[in-house]
Each structure stands twice: as structure tokens, then as C-alpha cells.
């Protein structure tokens, strides 16, 4: 958690996003226009897969025997606009400004997967952004991910949760660590909720001005605080609990409507490291639990993963930094093994044990990654 | 410290003008300011911002305006580095590194690339691609702090630390000279081991400190991977002077400080005490024309110093408060009656007479780190001293004064390190440390 941050990574609900991209939109009527889609359990028609950019709405009818949802999709998976809950046998409109470009629409039967696609295309002025396939297939692939990070999140949480409630100071300590891992490997996108983060991963010095600790303070720290040094869960706690799981919800709803790019992607990755370097290794986000060193890994993980998929990019443009980027990433998943004594398990050595030049070395191997990896953004964008 | 460690051939500044051009901004010496400017200019329409140094620069020499105050630009080539016989600058940031990479044609190319960078610092312009302008998706080059300000005669002075020749490291154990020796603990010294050393460093010394600091951390920005920064120190107002012709300024003490310093004109004394000669031999043949920097830095009981009276302070010092001048002599500069003194001078136990002729070129800074969290200064000096032969330029000194010194009670070394500094980079096609990785 960053008490402020600019972010690369702007989160938008689909009618910001669509505000953002109306400058050149050309006038359409709404009215006769709209797209006709039928969806099913197994089809989804559209009554015209090209159309004039500009404001759109889709009539939207569920004609199968499961609820449905869909979705305007950029060619990254990014959502355009969406709408879920269309119950069998039930109309909804969908009304978006598009810009000209490719697009897909996705009707999910019971809300569930990627969806049974339809290409569509919005035609006239206002340029689309060209993205090379491979870029985009980046995109979609770490739109999955972050997804996948909060849903895999969520159970984890929860069980953290559940040891609060029953009082469980010994198991919730012990499910502490483990329910932050999904938030700190996708933390840029996670953070450009502005709403969410604060509630979830704040700290006790990241609140501002006039806010009360004891009121105003929630999410992960609060209870971390609580179970390491008040060593007490009381029912303010037990709320907490619930509260934390509520916010995280939130998180796993709105996640994949994310603005993700393929520089905001690398920017993102670098930023991870950022996290590191100002919060981890000074061992300011763990400051009860000392447990840095798993979100130190979960970062170094989400980083990771955001440079492997756009490795074949970066990889053709810039080899030699590519080159470098593998070798420093090794070189950090070598140097944390040293705090494991398995590495098939984030059980990581306590920070408080973590010796002064300890710390200097992991300092040292955080601006080694991290220095190459603010020039990602670059190589990608060439 | 080592107060006014003299030279005997103080008279010669005129006839070496030649030999010392860094000290007077003039390019005689080394390659021409022409060819450096030439070099330069190249990146003048990328740089506009540097525009008004390297113009500065270029009107330098037919101006009479002391470099000092033009802002000027110090001809990076040369047979020896700038940066130690070159008129002492105003400003300083000092830096030690750790090589972290295991690879020796790694460390090669950070070498090159630093001397790239430096060499278009020193010409007042930014490193790479510049600050500004390029992708925006993209950290900039260059972090523009420097942007639009002068050259201001920076000068960047790498070295080498015994740990770099350490065996199997770099395949460099067999070019370790002599003379870089592992230095010894000297009665009163309390080191920290995590401010002391380093495999490599670099001075920057600048007129102006937002200069120097740039220059470090772009260095530090380049290096990252390949090196860490172990330590680092800020210096102003330097506490000695190589050209007599000005006033030595005062340390934090308040006394003028390295009166009777080796001058930056006097080739005769830079020859013999400075440069390493161009027939060394053997581990040391790499270092021809280079010489040896000790650093330490020198922590003063400021507080304590402050109550002590006036005639134990000129006392302890060997001169008087106002002037300067020694014990018994009315001008600063009068050559100093040794016996006159109090056997634990520290003038007196520093001069090279009291040293079998010891003496070392000093360019040290005065350092203010705010304050110790027990409401002390952490002040005192950033001591910073070349030589030829360390075993017969600072070893001896401080041997005599750690032991002597009445200054010794208000004093205290906390951090020490010792390098191997390199000959000059020739030209555009040549890079620091080229002879020793050759």
C-alpha cells in the first residue's frame, strides 16, 4: 500500500472508460440503430457486426434457461461495457459510446468463463489503437491472471477471516500471510481502485489527517496489529473480518474491468519492485507480523509474471535488456530461496532476523531488477 | 589532519602551467578543450539545456576570468585525471561502490559506460539520450537536475579498491600494485566497516553541488546491477587549496587548513610526490601516471572544540586563528619555524621535515550531516588525500599524528578506505581503467 500513488494503471468503471474515449465519436442514432443481440445457452447473435462509431446500445435478450451477462470487449479483453444478471427470458440494453475499431461481444450463460464471442467492428472517424496481436494477447493473458489472483484470493481471506471471528488468534496468525499474496502480486492494478486500497491495505501511518485510528482504520494492518501486537480479537475485530472480505469482494468484481496496456503492464511490473523498495525492505509493511518477506515475493512474482508474458515483445526489441531482465530475476528468486528453507512454501524467514547488510543485499538486488525493469515500458512501446 | 603537508619546490607554478592544465582550465596538458569541446558540441543541439556552460566554455579561453567563476567546463582527457591537481572546486560528492556482478567483460563495459557518461557530465551535458523528450512511457536517460546549469568545472576521478584484486574475483590478483596496501588500525581510529572501503569510487567535485550530486547518481543509476553504492559523502567548502595564489579557506574548526598543500602548477612536486611514475613495473606498470587516494572521514568533537580557548586552539593547530600565519611569523603563508611550536602541533607533527619528507596532496572537504540524535554537529572533514606511494605519503603522517596530535581529543576517524586511482582517459576511444583490464 502507497499512502498516494500516481498510477500508470488506470482502474475505470466502464462508463469513465467509455467518457474517456468519446472525443471523436461520432453521432449514431440510438434508437433504431441498436444491436440486437440473442443470447442462448450455447449461441450469441448479433444482429450487425459493423456499425457506426459513436453511441451504442445494444438490445440485449436472454433466450436461454441460464442467466446471462455480456460484455463489449476490446481486443485485449479489456471491457467496454457490460451487463450481468440478464435472468432467461429477460431484455437488457447496453448502451456504450464506442470508438471506431475492432470489438468483440461476449455473452457469458451462466456467467461463467470467456464467454461465446462475436466479432464486431465500429466504423468511422476517431483512430482505434493499433496493438500488434501479440501485445494483446499479453494484455488479455494478465487480465486473466490478475482475475485469477483475486479469486484465488478470496477463499484465503476468508479463511483468515473465519480464524478471527472464532477468536483463533494462533490460526488467524497463521492465515495472515497467505491472504495478502493474491493483493501483493497484483498490486498496481489492485491500487488503481482508489477506494479499495485504502480500506484493505492501509497502514496505520498511511491514514490521513482527521481520520481516527481506532474508527477510520481498516482492512489487513488493523488485524495484523491486533493479533501481533494488542495479541487480543475482540468483536471490533470480528467486523473487521467481515468488513475485509466485503472490500475484497469488491476487488474481485471490479478487477477485470481494469485499464490495463502493455506499458502500463510494464509499468505496473516496475512498480511492484517500487512497492518492494520503499515498503518491504525498509520493513515498514509488516511491521507486526514481519512478515515482509512473503509480500516481497508476491511482488516479485507479480512482477514477474506481467514481464513473462510480455517477454516476446520485449525480447525482439530490446534483446539485451530482456537478457538482463532474466538474469536479475533470478537473481532475486535466488537471493529470497535463502530465506525458505522451502521453496514450495511461503513460509519465509521472519524480517527481524534479516541482519543490516542482510537487508543491504536485498536493497542491492531490488535496484539491480528494478533499474532495467523501468526501461520495460520502453522496450514494449518501440 | 595532516595540515600543510608541504612540497620544497613551491617556486615552479609558472614553468608548469603546462603540465596542470586541468588547474587553470586551460587544455595544455592532456588533449586540447578543442577536441573536448569538439567531442562535446556534438551533443549540443541534442542538450540545448547545456548550451550556456559549453558556450561559457568555449569563451574560456581567451578570457581572462578565472575558471572558478565562469562555470566553465574541465577537459575530461588527459594523461592524469582531473580531478586531483586540478584547482579544488567548491563542492563534493563522494561515493564508494560494491561490484556485485561476478563477470569480468560486465565490469568492463560498466567502466566504458561510465566513462561515456562522465564524459558528457563534465562537458555539462546529460547522460544518454537526455532528460526530456524521449518516450513517454519510458524513466528519461538522464533525471535532469543538472539541466540548464553550467558545467561548473566538474570533475569525476574513479579508483580502484583492494578488495576489486581480490583472488578469484576478476583474474586481478596478480595486478594488485604494491602500494595498495591494506591500510592499518591507527591508534584512535573507529571505523565503520559499512562506510569504509569499496571496490571502486568515484569523486565528483563541482562548484556547484546540484552538479555533483547528479553525476553520482547517474553513475549510481547506470551501475545498478553491476554495482551498489556501499557509502557515500557530501562535501563543501574544501579545507585545502592547490593554487596558492588564493586563500585557503577555513575548516569547521575554523582555521585555515593545507596552507602549504602541493600545488596544482608544481609538476616538479606533483612528479615526485603525486604521479605514479611511467616506469612502474610489475602489478603497479598499470598504474603509470596515476596515484593513490586515501579517504577518511574525520569526525570533530565540534562542541567540545568550541569551548577550548583561543590560545589552546592556535596552540593545537601551530597557527594563529586570524591570519593563518604560523607560530612567531605575521603572513599566512611565511614558511613555518617547526621548533617554534609545541611539540604536538599539529602542524608542526604533519609537516614533512617531522616525516622524513612525507607529503601528500590534500583536497579534502568540510562535511555537515546534520546532527548525532545527541544534539551534536556530525561534522568535521572529509579528508581526501593523493599520493604516489601511500607507504611513504599517508602511512607515515597519520602514523606520527594518530599517536602525537593534541588535535587527536577533538577528532576521531570513523571511516577509512584506500584506492588504486588510474591514469587518465586519453580520448574518446579510451575508458577508465583500460590499462588495468587490458
Same mark, same amino acid.
Given at each position: ?53 459513436? %453511441? ?19 481486443? =485485449? ?34 456467467? %461463467? ?22 501485445? =494483446? ?64 491495505? @492501509? ?109 516476446? @515483445? ?39 532476523? @534479516? ?24 522496450? @514494449?512501446?518501440? | 589532519?595532516?595540515? $600543510? ?32 569541446? &569538439? ?21 574560456? !579561453? ?136 569499496? $571496490? ?38 574544501? !579545507? ?18 593545507? !596552507? ?29 601516471? &596515476? ?14 572544540? $568550541? ?132
Amino acid at each position: 500500500m502507497r499512502p498516494a500513488r500516481l498510477t500508470v494503471l488506470t482502474a475505470v468503471a466502464a462508463v469513465a472508460a467509455l467518457t474517456a474515449v468519446t472525443g471523436c465519436a461520432e453521432k449514431s442514432g440510438a434508437g433504431d440503430g441498436a444491436v440486437k443481440v440473442a443470447a442462448s445457452d450455447s449461441a450469441c447473435e448479433v444482429s450487425k457486426t459493423e456499425f457506426p462509431a459513436g %453511441k451504442v446500445t445494444l438490445e440485449v435478450e436472454n433466450k436461454g434457461s441460464k442467466v446471462t451477462e455480456v460484455y463489449v470487449l476490446f481486443p =485485449d479483453d479489456r471491457i467496454v461495457a457490460e451487463r450481468e444478471n440478464i435472468g432467461p427470458g429477460t431484455k437488457a440494453s447496453i448502451t456504450a459510446e464506442i470508438k471506431a475499431g475492432d470489438y468483440e461481444i461476449a455473452c457469458k450463460p451462466g456467467m %461463467k468463463g470467456d464467454g461465446i464471442r462475436q466479432k464486431i467492428k465500429a466504423t468511422g472517424n476517431g483512430a482505434a489503437e493499433k496493438r500488434s496481436p501479440e501485445l =494483446d494477447a499479453a494484455v488479455a493473458e494478465y487480465r486473466k491472471y490478475v482475475q485469477e489472483q483475486a479469486d484465488q484470493t478470496l477463499p484465503k481471506a476468508q479463511a483468515f477471516a473465519d480464524a478471527v471471528k472464532a477468536g483463533d488468534v494462533e490460526g488467524a496468525k497463521k492465515a495472515y500471510a497467505a491472504s495478502r499474496l493474491g493483493w501483493e502480486r497484483t498490486e498496481p492494478v489492485a491500487e488503481s481502485f482508489g477506494d479499495i486500497d485504502p480500506k484493505v491495505d @492501509v497502514r496505520e501511518d498511511g491514514l490521513e489527517a482527521g481520520q481516527d485510528p481506532a474508527k477510520d482504520w481498516t482492512g489487513w494492518h488493523r488485524l495484523e496489529k491486533a493479533l501481533w501486537a494488542d495479541n487480543k480479537i475482540d468483536d471490533g475485530e470480528k467486523k473487521l473480518a467481515d468488513q475485509l472480505i466485503t472490500d475484497l469482494t469488491d476487488w474481485q468484481k471490479k478487477v477485470g474491468q481494469a485499464e490495463i496496456t502493455p506499458t502500463s503492464m510494464a509499468n505496473g511490473a516496475k512498480e511492484l519492485l517500487d512497492e518492494v523498495a520503499s515498503g518491504k525492505v525498509t520493513g515498514e509493511e509488516e511491521r507486526y507480523s514481519r512478515t515482509d518477506l512473503v509480500d516481497f515475493k508476491a511482488n516479485v512474482e507479480g512482477a514477474q509474471k506481467a514481464y513473462e508474458l510480455l517477454k516476446p @515483445v520485449a525480447a525482439k526489441n530490446d534483446p539485451a535488456l530482456s537478457a538482463e531482465l532474466d538474469k536479475q530475476f533470478a537473481a532475486m528468486n535466488t537471493l529470497l530461496d535463502k530465506y525458505r528453507a522451502d521453496k514450495n512454501t511461503y513460509d519465509f524467514t521472519s524480517y527481524e532476523t @534479516v541482519g543490516q547488510d542482510q537487508r543491504k543485499e536485498l536493497s542491492d538486488a531490488v535496484s539491480a531488477l528494478g533499474e532495467p525493469l523501468s526501461k520495460l515500458a520502453a522496450a @514494449v512501446a518501440k | 589532519m595532516s595540515d $600543510d603537508t608541504i612540497t620544497t619546490g613551491g617556486a615552479a607554478e609558472a614553468a608548469a602551467a603546462d603540465a596542470a592544465g586541468e588547474a587553470t582550465g586551460e587544455a595544455t596538458g592532456g588533449p586540447s578543450r578543442r577536441s573536448v569541446l &569538439g567531442w562535446g558540441g556534438a551533443g549540443l543541439a541534442l542538450g540545448a539545456a547545456a548550451a550556456g556552460g559549453t558556450v561559457a566554455a568555449l569563451t574560456d !579561453t581567451t578570457d581572462p576570468v578565472p575558471a572558478a567563476l565562469s562555470g566553465s567546463a574541465v577537459p575530461f582527457h588527459g594523461k592524469h585525471q582531473a580531478g586531483i591537481a586540478s584547482a579544488v572546486q567548491d563542492r563534493l560528492h563522494f561515493a564508494a561502490f560494491d561490484v556485485k556482478t561476478k563477470d569480468r567483460a560486465e565490469l568492463v563495459q560498466l567502466l566504458k559506460d561510465w566513462t561515456r557518461a562522465a564524459e558528457r557530465m563534465t562537458a555539462g551535458l546529460p547522460v544518454g539520450e537526455g532528460a526530456v523528450g524521449g518516450l513517454p512511457e519510458a524513466p528519461p536517460d538522464d533525471t535532469g537536475e543538472a539541466l540548464g546549469l553550467k558545467p561548473s568545472r566538474l570533475t569525476l576521478t574513479i579508483g580502484f579498491g583492494a578488495s576489486l584484486f581480490a583472488k578469484d574475483r576478476f583474474g586481478l590478483e596478480g595486478m594488485r600494485p604494491e602500494a595498495l596496501i591494506d591500510l592499518e588500525q591507527f591508534p584512535g581510529d573507529n571505523l565503520d566497516p559499512a562506510k569504509s572501503g569499496g $571496490d571502486l569510487c568515484v569523486q565528483a567535485c563541482a562548484d556547484d553541488p546540484q552538479v555533483a550530486v547528479h553525476a553520482i547518481r547517474q553513475l549510481a543509476r547506470i551501475g545498478f546491477g553491476k554495482t551498489a553504492v556501499r557509502w557515500s559523502q557530501l562535501g563543501f567548502g574544501k !579545507t585545502s587549496s592547490t593554487t596558492p595564489d588564493e586563500q585557503t579557506p577555513r575548516n569547521m574548526m575554523g582555521f585555515k587548513d593545507g !596552507t602549504r598543500n602541493v600545488s596544482g602548477t608544481d609538476t616538479a612536486a606533483l612528479d615526485k610526490h603525486v604521479w605514479v611514475s611511467d616506469e612502474a613495473k610489475g602489478a603497479s606498470a598499470w598504474m603509470a601516471d &596515476g596515484s593513490y587516494l586515501v579517504a577518511r572521514r574525520i569526525r570533530m568533537r565540534i562542541e567540545t572544540w $568550541d569551548r577550548t580557548p583561543l590560545q589552546e586552539q592556535e596552540d593545537i593547530f601551530g597557527r594563529d586563528k586570524a591570519e593563518g600565519a604560523p607560530v612567531g611569523k605575521s603572513k599566512e603563508r611565511d614558511e613555518p619555524f617547526l621548533k617554534a611550536m609545541k611539540p604536538q602541533a599539529h602542524v608542526r607533527l604533519a609537516h614533512p621535515e617531522s616525516n622524513s619528507g612525507a607529503t601528500i596532496l590534500r583536497r579534502g572537504y568540510s562535511f555537515t550531516d546534520g546532527s548525532d540524535g545527541l544534539g551534536r554537529l556530525d561534522a568535521g572533514l572529509f579528508f581526501l588525500a593523493y599520493q604516489r606511494d601511500v607507504r611513504k605519503g599517508f602511512v607515515p603522517i597519520q602514523r606520527n599524528l594518530s599517536k602525537n596530535d593534541a588535535l587527536n581529543e577533538y577528532i576521531q576517524h570513523v571511516s577509512s578506505a584506500l584506492f588504486a586511482v588510474p591514469s587518465g582517459v586519453r580520448d574518446k576511444d579510451d575508458w577508465w581503467g583500460r590499462a588495468l583490464f587490458a
